[in-house]
Nanobody, 124 residues
Framework: QVQLVESGGGLVQAGASLKLTCAAS????????MGWFRQAPGTEREFVAA????????YYADSVKGRFTISRSNAKNTVYLQMNSLKPEDTAVYYC?????????????????WGQGTQVTVSS
């Protein structure tokens, strides 16, 4: 069983940066694809970014491409999301997720393990 814990969220002004961290425990996730999703109030959970097990491939939603960077440290069993040039529309709860099949899917149903989420609020 994999446990995921997100951290690094907070309240920032538009244009600022934040780095989210997802720490995995229970087993190594070095052979899993990992993803970040977000959910704003009253909306469905949406895909943000995904990374392959090796870190050699990444995939982003169009809304964050060029501003967000996903990375991982398999030695630390950790995944990161660097968020730059934040906008008010980035405000949401951000979730980390693990996909044992390694598909790097943008579909939330592909991910078997989820964290509790961390709140990111961007003020204008």
């Amino acid at each position: 069983q994999v446990q995921l814990v997100e951290s690094g969220g907070g309240l920032v002004q538009a244009g600022a940066s934040l780095k989210l961290t997802c720490a995995a425990s229970g087993r190594t996730v070095s052979d899993y694809a990992m993803g970040w999703f977000r959910q704003a109030p009253g909306t469905e959970r949406e895909f943000v970014a995904a990374i392959s097990w090796s870190g050699g491939a990444t995939y982003y939603a169009d809304s964050v491409k060029g501003r967000f960077t996903i990375s991982r440290s398999n030695a630390k069993n950790t995944v990161y999301l660097q968020m730059n040039s934040l906008k008010p529309e980035d405000t949401a709860v951000y979730y980390c997720a693990a996909d044992p099949a390694g598909d790097m899917s943008s579909w939330s149903i592909a991910y078997d393990y989820w964290g509790q989420g961390t709140q990111v609020t961007v003020s204008s």
